[in-house]
């Protein structure tokens, strides 16, 4: 008698599981089930939440495509596309807007993982950019639409509900939404720095009692944002050191472990102690009980922010490449079954830029690099006079596109709406002490009228 897949699991749940185990065996698809055993025994199985547990890619329109792409010489009636003389149709007033692309580059869809020769591209500036990685193993990197899609799934595979996602105080706003809002998990904070002002830095002691204080439930899930969003702040090389150390020293105790490098503004550094790699480099093999993913993409890299083109990459002493590829069946499950896949034409422009010269490609970034190093020396000029205000202290900052100001006596909703309505001047209110600046979006001579406006209305919702 031959067994289907999920026959096979239900008579093996039936004669080795007791009944919870026996009705949670037939609640997953035989599939899901498959990448479950393969990754039972490591840390990123051990780590999978609910959602995680019962996520997989199907064998269905998406692979049978597949299979008829390489073998189906004669028709291929599988993918809903309008094809001639087996070319995809394009219309004529949408291919004259990018002459160079072909139809195929333009409206075909692309894989759900995303075009395998630009993850292939991504991996290897992936590694030229973190030597500490040569050597070490790692996935190869998958396309999803947006780092923020990035997070999210990273929240659906391996955050349950109540489970702890520990992030810094302060921290973006959308964490909040996607882990407590979306998937019910809990969101908790450590105070990120020694202290309010330029000369202060990350604060080590309260990384450190934040994740012993979260390792008794044997599962945490860190995410770490670098530069950060909204302080501006990268660890330097010491501080870098010790939060790894921090990291493997929790592992140290059987706690099962897992880090999310938030990476989106990497390399945007405007100081030379800063750690130059992201932390995934050292963590993708410090110890068996943590498993690191890598968020981040050319969104910011390369100045190519509404492409929502950005990707999801894992790392994990021990692991295989049998494992990376059942952890990537998961996440192709999860953007299958929310966005089907990316967008083809981001995917395709991005190959065709960084098939361009990589000097004339690095030449064109350092331009934009430099116009924003010019604009946080402005802004730290501007800060020097400033220091000891009484109402308004900038937190640490050093690299990214942001820096915010501590709000002391005063609201930092009213100031944000203060200065809209009184100088027209738009910022973020992150929460009732924090507004963020973000001066990557202002013009170098209009750094200083910006910040005096803050100040000045700072003072006078102080003084009422």
Known sequence: MIFSHTAFFIMKALTQKPAFTIIHCIMLHCLAQELNEVLKSTTPGQLLSDFGQRMYFPKGII????????????????????VSN???????????????????????????????????????????KN????????????????????????????????????TADPSWDNYVL???????????????????????GFNVAAFRNAVMENISSGKLCILLNFPQNPSGYSPTVSEAKEICSIIKEAAETGCKIMVWCDDAYFGLNYADNINPESLFAFLADIHENVFTAKIDGP????????????????????????????????????IRSSVSCCSTPPQSILLHTFKEPEQELEAEKNKFHTLLEHRFLKVRAFLETKRNHPVLQPMPFNSGYFMSLRCSGIDAEQLRVALLQKKGIGTVAIDSKTLRVAFSSID?????????AIYDIADELAAT
Not at 178 to 194: D, G, V, W
């Open 299 to 334: 969104t910011k890299e390369d100045f190519v922010w509404g492409f929502r083109c950005g990707f999801l990459t894992f790392a994990g002493k021990g692991l295989t490449d049998i494992h990376y590829d059942a952890l990537i069946k998961k996440l192709t499950g999860d």
């Open 131 to 166: 030597p500490s990685l040569i050597g070490k193993s790692f996935s190869l990197p998958v396309v999803v639409p947006g780092l923020t899609a990035g997070i999210s799934y990273l929240c659906d595979l391996f955050l349950s509900e109540d489970d702890t996602l520990l």
């Open 178 to 200: 996607i882990a407590e809002s979306r998937r019910k998990a809990q969101l908790k904070q450590f105070n990120m720095f020694t202290g309010t002002g330029l000369d202060y």
């Open 86 to 128: 087996g070319i995809p149709v394009v219309l004529p007033i949408i291919q004259k807007q990018l002459p160079d692309f072909t139809p195929q580059e333009l409206v075909a869809y692309a894989p759900t993982e995303g075009n395998l020769e630009l993850r292939n591209i991504w991996k290897e500036k992936i590694l030229k």
């Open 444 to 452: 170098e001579e209009l750094i200083e009228s910006v910040y005096t």
């Open 63 to 82: 692979a049978q495509s597949a299979e008829a792409k390489k073998l189906g010489k004669t028709a291929n009636a599988t993918i809903g596309m309008t």
